[in-house]
C-alpha cells in the first residue's frame, strides 16, 4: 500500500479499514468504489449517509480517520 493515501485503490481503502477496527464497514468502501482520491474528497455526509453504515461506526471514521488522512495530505 502507498504511503500517501492519494494513491490508494479500493483494495487499500478497504484493507486500511479493516485493520483500523472496522471491517463490517470496510466492505461498503468496496460497494461504493472508493479509493485513495474520493476518500481524500469525501465530506462528513458523504461517510454518515452515503456509505449506508450505522451512524456510530461512521462517525469514529470521520472524525478519526478520514478528517485525519485529509489533515495530514492537504498540509503537505
Given at each position: 500500500k502507498?504511503?500517501?493515501p492519494?494513491?490508494?485503490?479500493?483494495?487499500d481503502v478497504?484493507?486500511?479499514?479493516?485493520?483500523?477496527?472496522?471491517p463490517?464497514?470496510?466492505?461498503?468502501?468496496?460497494?461504493?468504489e472508493?479509493?485513495?482520491?474520493s476518500?481524500l474528497?469525501?465530506?462528513?455526509?458523504?461517510?454518515l449517509t452515503g456509505?449506508?453504515?450505522?451512524?456510530?461506526?461512521?462517525?469514529k471514521?470521520?472524525?478519526?480517520?478520514v478528517?485525519?488522512?485529509?489533515?495530514?495530505?492537504?498540509?503537505?
Open positions: 502507498a504511503v500517501d492519494v494513491e490508494w485503490s479500493v483494495r478497504v484493507e486500511y479499514f479493516t485493520e483500523a477496527g472496522f463490517e464497514q470496510a466492505g461498503a468502501f468496496q460497494e461504493q472508493i479509493a485513495g482520491k476518500l474528497l469525501m465530506q462528513r455526509a458523504d461517510v456509505l449506508s453504515i450505522r451512524l456510530g461506526p461512521a462517525l471514521i470521520y472524525e478519526y480517520h478528517k485525519l488522512l485529509q489533515r495530514s495530505h492537504f498540509q503537505d
